[in-house]
Every structure is written in structure tokens, then in C-alpha cells.
């Protein structure tokens, strides 16, 4: 990529979707692991700060209230990171192809 606007567009762009493709990931298996997001309160000290941090982004509390791990942020970067690849790899493009000329053989009957 380039410099300039157009790069900056495509490079926004491709940050949005893969946001947007690792969220879609993630909220259903926050629904079907009933992981529980939400603060769960302020931080007594200081000190903790780093630590309750680090906890929280790979433990979440769940409906009962217990400590479990955060399977949803697991399967939402790395899906993520699976589907960019694809994409980028360019198999999509060979299946969308595919897709589209299905029921269309005018190429073949030489017309």
C-alpha cells in the first residue's frame, strides 16, 4: 500500500471489516458460554490495576458470577485472522466465480 488518502481509506477499511468480523464472532459465543462483559466494579488499589486488566481480558465472570475463561475473545481474533487469510489468499473470489456463472452457460454453447 501506498501513501495518500486512498491508502489510508483502504487501510481503515480493512480495520472496520476485520472488526466488524470479529465481533460477529464473538457475541454469539459471549450468548451460547453466557460470558457476562460487563465492569464488574472499581479496583481497590492502584497497584492491581495492570494485573485486574491482564485477568479481565482472559477471564470473565459468568451468569452465576464465577471466574471463567474468555473463550469468546479466542475464537473471535483468531477466526478473524482465519477469514482476512482467506480473503486475502483469494479463495473467496474463486468461490464467488463460482457462485455467479452457476446457470449461466452461454460460454459453453458458443453463442
Known amino acids: 500500500m501506498g501513501e495518500g488518502w486512498g491508502s489510508f481509506g483502504e487501510r481503515y477499511a480493512s480495520h472496520l471489516g476485520q472488526y466488524a468480523i470479529q465481533r460477529s464472532i464473538m457475541f454469539p459465543v459471549q450468548a451460547i458460554d453466557h460470558e457476562d462483559t460487563r465492569?464488574?466494579?472499581?479496583?481497590?488499589?492502584?497497584?492491581?490495576?495492570?494485573?485486574?486488566?491482564?485477568?479481565?481480558?482472559?477471564?470473565?465472570?459468568?451468569?452465576?458470577?464465577?471466574?471463567?475463561?474468555?473463550?469468546?475473545?479466542?475464537?473471535?481474533?483468531?477466526?478473524?485472522?482465519?477469514?482476512?487469510?482467506?480473503?486475502?489468499?483469494?479463495?473467496s473470489d474463486g468461490i464467488v466465480d463460482i457462485h455467479c456463472g452457476v446457470g449461466h452457460d452461454s460460454d459453453r454453447r458458443g453463442d
Not at 45 to 65: M, Q
Open 39 to 91: 465492569y464488574s466494579g472499581p479496583i481497590v488499589k492502584a497497584t492491581r490495576a495492570p494485573r485486574d486488566a491482564f485477568l479481565h481480558t482472559v477471564w470473565r465472570h459468568d451468569d452465576e458470577g464465577g471466574m471463567m475463561p474468555a473463550y469468546s475473545e479466542f475464537f473471535g481474533d483468531y477466526g478473524a485472522a482465519v477469514v482476512r487469510g482467506v480473503v486475502a489468499s483469494g479463495i
